[in-house]
């Protein structure tokens, strides 16, 4: 199973998210073809009513403590209320790191 799939499926388990993109951007980075390595988040869930910023990325690097310590190395995190993504209109758009 890809590690994509393993978030994926992780996230979906701990936080019944209403919207979930997982994006491997591990080709924008100094590593190896086909690498899965350095992911970006977009995830939506009531879970996260009522939390701060910080309490939200707990909760998912808590769900991926497992990833991290096998070689997951970067995740960019935006997390939202349902209430919230009704009303966003613009997720940040990653850097390209490779120099």
Not at 10 to 37: D, F, G, Q, W, Y
């Amino acid at each position: 199973m890809s590690v994509e799939q393993i978030i994926t499926e992780k996230l979906t388990a701990a936080l019944s998210p209403s919207h979930l993109e997982v994006i491997n951007e591990s080709h924008n980075h100094h590593v190896p073809p086909n690498s899965e390595t350095h992911f970006k988040v977009i995830i939506t869930s009531s879970e996260f009513e009522g939390q701060r910023l910080i309490g939200r990325h707990r909760a998912v690097n808590e769900a991926l403590a497992e990833e991290f310590a096998n070689g997951l190395h970067a995740l960019s995190m935006h997390t939202y209320t349902p209430e919230e993504w009704v009303t966003e209109t613009d997720v940040p758009v990653s850097p390209k790191c490779k120099g």
